[in-house]
């Protein structure tokens, strides 16, 4: 067995160590090893390192927790992801708090390209739902990956919905791998380890304590791209995760509702104070994030020739053709070769011409319906 990462393993099962004052050790002693051979007086140079943490380091030698863990994610199919491992999340390892060891089990992809997490309140209303049954399908052109906690409500309804689209859906849970909270849920749960799974920073066996629920919170808001809180009161968790996001610089988008609702004051509030973009639709989102309105593709055999065009034209068409994804202008001047100024005009003569359609952030995409033949993709 690698005593390195059974000791990175180990130091989690120290009582006051967490995941930032781990990392730190780590990085101070040079490994998880050499963190259990330094001398007190070498701890208690580490910031954020006192005599308790330095007492229990020394004194505390939980092998045998850690050997038992391993053990038990190996019989579970759980797998045990160290900050330091090549495959730990790179959006999650963005984040200063992240937490240094992740459990995760299904089959998970935690570098899917649009990752979207959707919270709200454990009350949801019809009106919540159905913006939620209207924001997953149109998610589900975008094949995104639909991310939340697992809980009553607006949480449940995003993991079911996903399913129901044929969406990857991930729970993030305030518990043990091996505790479902609520338990009225498992079943779901268990439909989402075939297509999604379940995460967790939590060692195995531990209870949904009320304490865990705001840790869980800043995973969420990590892993995102877009966090989408669809019905939230004055205050809950929902409006908790979405200042986390905020904080992460992630993109927050709100459903607004009625003012006489209480499970719309949260929504609204974020939008009014500007913490959160107005949603009325996917359209909003797709906008916001400069995702591109999935549209029918050019096949190989229906390649455009664009012998309309003049030959500056042509270059700028095939650069966008040959992207397949829109281009920022910078990109598209340096891949066709044409200045900046000159191809601003370009641009927009083939606008007009309805060739290309310019995008959020001075990007540019090529209207491929215009272009022989199509076939419809998602």
Avoid at 255 to 272: A, D, E, T
């Amino acid at each position: 067995m690698d005593q390195n990462r059974l000791s990175s393993i180990a130091l989690h099962f120290i009582p006051g160590i967490g995941s930032r004052t781990l990392r730190q050790l780590v990085s101070y002693c040079g490994s998880a090893q050499d963190v259990f051979r330094a001398s007190r007086l070498t701890l208690l140079q580490i910031p954020g390192v006192g005599p308790v943490t330095a007492d229990a380091i020394r004194q505390g030698r939980p092998w045998k927790q850690a050997e038992e863990e391993l053990t038990r994610a190996r019989k579970a199919g759980v797998s045990l992801v160290l900050y330091t491992d090549p495959q730990y999340p790179s959006r999650l390892r963005a984040i200063e708090d992240a937490p240094s060891l992740l459990y995760l089990q299904g089959n998970i992809n935690l570098e899917h390209k649009k990752i979207v997490a959707i919270v709200g309140t454990r009350r949801s209303t019809e009106y919540g739902k159905s913006c939620l049954e209207s924001l997953l399908e149109g998610l589900a052109a975008h094949d995104a990956l639909v991310l939340s906690g697992l809980a009553y409500g607006i949480d449940i309804q995003a993991h079911r919905l996903a399913l129901k689209h044929g969406l990857p859906t991930v729970g993030v849970l305030g518990s043990g791998i091996d505790v479902i909270y609520p338990a009225a849920h498992r079943d779901t749960a268990q439909k989402m380890l075939q297509y999604g799974g379940l995460l967790t920073e939590n060692p195995f066996g531990t209870k949904p304590d009320a304490h865990n629920f705001p840790a869980r919170n800043r995973i969420i808001a990590g892993l995102c791209d877009a966090l989408v809180v669809v019905e939230a009161a004055d205050k809950g968790g929902a409006l908790i995760t979405a200042d986390l996001a905020n904080g992460y610089f992630k993109d927050v988008f709100a459903f607004p509702g009625s003012i006489r609702q209480q499970y719309s004051n949260g929504c609204n509030q974020l939008i009014k104070a500007h913490k959160a973009h107005l949603l009325t639709s996917v359209k909003d989102l797709e906008y916001i994030m400069n995702w591109e309105t999935p549209q029918p593709v050019v096949t190989p055999e229906a390649a455009p020739t664009y012998s309309d065009y003049e030959p500056e034209e042509q270059m700028v068409l095939r650069t966008l053709w040959e992207s397949a994804a829109p281009l920022m202008l910078d990109a598209l001047s340096g891949r066709s070769g044409l200045p900046p100024g000159q191809l601003a005009s370009i641009l927009l003569t083939l606008e007009l011409k309805g060739a290309v359609t310019p995008m959020p952030g001075s990007a540019y995409r090529m209207n491929l319906s215009t272009h022989g033949k199509t076939t419809a993709v998602a």
